[in-house]
């Protein structure tokens, strides 16, 4: 077992142990010892150590810990609540990093511990006993458009998977493990609205347009359905933009748009758009605005151009989303 070990450290590339041999042992061959890790996400504790042994010797000790990443050059070793043997998917490209499974790793190694017993709530690290910190974490960070998790506390070691609401795509990596410090990993997952062109639905390079073609809303009934579906009221602040929505506007009919009036000083206007914005580009059909009844304060947009209407009209509308 002793060679088994030395054997263990050539592999890993320690420069002062003898490899001499080390090739007719199969069962190390299957360790993946250069060049990958699991995702972030899995994590439960992270620390400073120029030791790869000590890294996994903590693993080996915590119960919850089923693979290590070492990173070399960063001195840091990662702890895991999930291994590639388990789900071969998580394993991925990452230089510099060494991805040991608990399983592989001869657990005899580490002989200082083997004989020894600790008490409760310590545990064994190289022949002396530390305390173990019982810490746990609050609820899970929450990420937009996902939907939401259950409240903490949850313990060290806990893995929570995110799942997009609907209309939403899931991106990078869905999931957070409460470590060591009581913190969550970094959640870098995110939802996406899913913007698939069809009858409704255009899809730009960095936009999509929803066009609310089957029922009449009034302005406050638009933002409600823009909402719903993740979206807002368009602005439509670039002749671009306009020329890219007009053609799917149906003939004769209005939708509505994000844009609203401020009277300054009477009677002319100023256009904002709800977010604060300055209208600037301003298409409007022939002979509008004409602020008939002085009650058009909203905007309603047609394939031949924009006209002021009042916020209690039903009209047809339109959503937008930026990405
Ligand atoms: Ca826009
Ligand atoms: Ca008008």
């Known amino acids: 077992m002793r060679t088994l070990t030395v054997c263990t450290l050539a592999l890993l590339g320690l420069p002062h142990l003898s490899s001499g041999g ?21 994590t439960f504790k992270v620390f400073s150590t120029p030791s790869f ?7 080996h000790r915590l119960s919850m810990c089923r693979s290590a990443d070492f990173k070399r050059e960063r001195s ?23 991805h040991v499974d608990k399983e592989k790793f001869p657990e005899l190694v580490f002989d200082a511990c083997r004989t020894h017993s600790c008490e409760n709530k310590t545990m064994c690290v190289s022949g002396g006993c530390i305390p173990v910190l019982e810490k746990t974490c609050g609820s899970p960070p929450t990420v937009e458009n996902a939907e939401p998790s259950r409240s903490g506390p949850f313990p060290v070691g806990h893995t929570h998977n995110y799942k ?8 990078y990596e869905p999931y957070t493990t409460c470590q060591y410090d009581g913190q969550w990993t970094a959640v870098v997952f995110e939802c996406i609205h899913q913007c698939i062109a069809s009858g409704n639905t255009i899809v730009g390079s960095s936009w999509c347009y929803f066009f609310g073609n089957d029922f009449k809303v009034t302005y406050n009934g638009a933002k409600s359905q ?14 671009q933009e306009w020329n890219a929505v ?8 209005g939708y509505w748009i994000g844009a609203y009036a401020v009277y300054s000083p009477w009677p002319h206007r100023t256009w904002y758009w709800y977010n604060g914005q300055r ?19 909203n905007v309603q947009a047609g394939n031949r151009g924009w006209d002021d209407e009042k916020n209690w009209a039903n009209r047809y509308f339109m959503c937008e989303i930026n990405f």
């Open 22 to 42: 080390c090739t007719d042992i199969p069962n190390l061959n299957t360790i993946r010892h250069t060049g990958s890790s699991l995702g972030t996400g899995h």
């Open 53 to 59: 042994l000590v890294c996994m010797e903590w693993c």
């Open 76 to 98: 840091e070793c990662r702890l895991n609540v999930k291994s590639s043997i388990q789900d071969p998917s998580l394993l991925r490209t990452t230089i510099g990093s060494i």
């Open 164 to 171: 997009c609401a609907v209309d939403y795509v899931p991106f």
């Open 226 to 239: 823009c909402a719903a579906r993740g979206m807002v009221v368009p602005i439509i602040d670039t002749q």
């Open 246 to 253: 007009v053609p799917h506007l149906v003939d004769f009919r």
């Open 279 to 297: 209208v600037s580009y301003q298409p409007w059909k022939p002979g509008q605005p004409d602020n008939l009844l002085l009650q058009q304060m």
